[in-house]
Structures are given as C-alpha cells and as structure tokens.
C-alpha cells in the first residue's frame, strides 16, 4: 500500500494561478472565495473578527537554520535528513505571520509556506500550508489554538483517492533561541504518526 502522505501530492485539486502569484495574492484570493469563512473563524464575512499575532510568536521573526527529518515507514530508508533554512515573518501590519523554508528530497530542493493568524480575543488559529513536495499544488486550510506560551497546534484535512480524508496536524513550539515545527500523519480513525520534524535555531 502506498504511504498515504503521498497523496498529498497526487490530490486532484490545483491552483491553476499558483506560479504567477505571491503567496499573500493568493491568500487575499482565498479570503474573496468559497473558503472566506475559514478566515474568519466560521463567521460571516460582513462580521469578520480581527486577526493578530501574539508577542511570543512575533519574536519568532526573522532567519532559521535546522536540520528536516522526514519520516516514512513504509521506505527501506525510514528516515530522511536534509538542511533547513526557515525565514519569518511578520505580515499585513502584524495581523498574519508566515513560514516560509526549504529542505530536501533526494537532490531536488522543496518549498514549505505556512500562513497563520491569531484571534486576538481568543486562543483560536487559523491558517494556509502549503509544501513543493507534501502538498503539491493544494493549498490546505487549517484550524487550531496557540496557547500562553506561544505554542501552536492547527489541523488540516486532505483527500485520498477510494478512502476516507486523512488528517495533518502542525505544531510549532517556541522557545528562547529556537522553535520545534513539527508535523503529524493522521489517520480517518485518529492515529497519529511523525512526519516531520525541524528544530530551528537562529542564523
């Protein structure tokens, strides 16, 4: 059977416009389109609730180097290593940050964006991922928290041909000096199994 996480690449679904827009050109697309609720933490448009980033994750801005392990047990080699670089930074007046970094898969460099923002009344966090290799062409829409110290869990759904929709899960940990990214396969029945996992620390 195929690793699952593999379907993220072959999913059906593309951005057409992908390679011609920035990243927040699409992001303003998307807060235009079918997908504006999920913006707006599920409210109606005309009623939108702000978004912001707390300090704790602000003080995440600027450049990372880690190392990416990719994880699939299904290979003979069940883990995979690469460099990681990580830039972040802080975007529409404070109300979004993003994630952008690369690894690598063979010989071949990959792309990861991850787009986020805070409820500011709340512990709610919504978000877009997106990853070259991952997620090929899908952008994937995620819901979550963050909590008093600056740690994030948001969780997204992809689609798998013949099968129920699969889960991923993404967390970011902040600490002084670094932060942990970290994401996990989950099964239609909830099992969860590591993916990724980067720990950052400043360039």
Sequence with gaps: MKDPS?????????LTTQNSLSPFHVLAVLCQSRFAECYTLSTPLANTKPMSINQRLSSLSGAWNGTNR???PLL???LKESES???VRSKMNGQFLSFEYTW???NEVQEGMLIMGCDPKSDAVQAVWTDSWHSKDILMLCNGS????????VFGNYAVPDHPDWGWRIDIAPSENSFRYVM??????GEEELAVETEFTRA
């Excluded at 593999?6 to 593309?14: K, M, N, P, W």
């Design 146 to 153: 963050v909590d008093s110290e600056g740690r994030v869990s």
């Design 104 to 106: 690598s898969y063979g």
């Design 184 to 189: 996990y396969n989950v099964s239609p029945e």
């Design 85 to 87: 670089k990580a830039t």
């Design 6 to 14: 593999c379907f993220l690449q072959e999913a059906e679904t593309s």
């Design 76 to 78: 003979p080699e069940k």
């Design 70 to 72: 990719l994880y699939v």
